[in-house]
């Protein structure tokens, strides 16, 4: 890949990376979610698909290096918000998170039925590795 991103740091604890000429955002937390950085996400998601002018995206959302894995009561009401506002979304998502052992297949589970209710058409996977998620994520963008 010789794509070199566009580097963001819209608030502490949030980097955002534009790769192909801004078509693949990498959104990458790196301390608890808080509202600073829900409100920076989703105006960026927001951004990002009116630019686009379409609900085809193609994202990542690093939480790998964030201390406090876990998703906050509102994070996770952001995250359906989001969702909900988008039922018609289709493209690839890949979330970056720390090998979690046992829990990973109960983390893919939620992903997946979460995503089947509210977004079908988007395509989520979980991965362990920042740059096997960047490119399942880039080679679903050419295939579109």
Aim: glycine share 4%; proline share 5%.
């Amino acid at each position: 890949m010789t794509d070199q991103p566009v580097i963001e740091h819209p608030v502490p604890g949030l980097e955002v990376e534009r790769w192909c000429n801004g078509d693949v955002l990498v959104f990458t937390v790196t301390s608890r979610f808080n509202n600073e950085i829900l409100d920076a996400w989703s105006a960026l998601l927001k951004d990002y698909l009116e630019r686009r002018q379409t609900t085809d995206r193609f994202t990542v959302l690093d939480v790998s290096q964030t201390a406090f894995l876990t998703f906050t009561s509102a994070a996770s009401q952001r995250l359906k918000e989001t969702a909900a506002a988008y039922p018609d979304a289709t493209g690839r998502v890949a979330v970056i998170v720390p090998p979690l052992g046992v829990l990973q297949s109960i983390g893919e589970f939620f992903i997946q039925l979460n995503n089947n209710r509210l977004q079908p058409n988007l395509d989520i996977q979980l991965f362990n590795n920042r740059q096997a998620g960047l490119d399942w994520v880039i080679a679903g963008l050419d295939r579109s």
